[in-house]
Nanobody, 127 residues
Framework: QVQVVESGGGFVQAGGSLRLSCTASGLTFHDYSMGWFRQAPGKEREGVSCVSGSGDNRYYVDFVRGRFTISRDNAKNTLYLQMNSLQPEDTAMYYC????????????????????WGQGTQVTVSS
């Protein structure tokens, strides 16, 4: 049984940092590209970043590029999202997802591309 579990969310002031983690079990982790998504109240879920199974290929949505960094440790079956210079508009529930495609492609932010999802971790940024 595949399990995907996020952690590391919390409350932070604008300009602060958080590091999210996501641990996946029940799958061959390095065979899966991994994505971070977020969903704010009243808004659709949106892609934040994607990393390939090897960790060499990364995509970011424009509004986080230069502030967020995605990485993975395949030995630990863990995905990370380092978030710096957080702003109130980054407030959302953040989700980790696994896709059975080894690479991130131009369609990396399509929700239907991902096979497994976590329950999310809340990030709240105050002004």
């Amino acid at each position: 049984q595949v399990q995907v579990v996020e952690s590391g969310g919390g409350f932070v002031q604008a300009g602060g940092s958080l590091r999210l983690s996501c641990t996946a079990s029940g799958l061959t982790f390095h065979d899966y590209s991994m994505g971070w998504f977020r969903q704010a109240p009243g808004k659709e879920r949106e892609g934040v970043s994607c990393v390939s199974g090897s960790g060499d290929n990364r995509y970011y949505v424009d509004f986080v590029r230069g502030r967020f960094t995605i990485s993975r440790d395949n030995a630990k079956n863990t995905l990370y999202l380092q978030m710096n210079s957080l702003q109130p508009e980054d407030t959302a529930m953040y989700y980790c997802a696994a896709a059975s495609y080894g690479y991130c492609t131009a369609s990396w932010s399509r929700i239907l591309r991902y096979n497994y999802w976590g329950q999310g971790t809340q990030v709240t940024v105050s002004s």
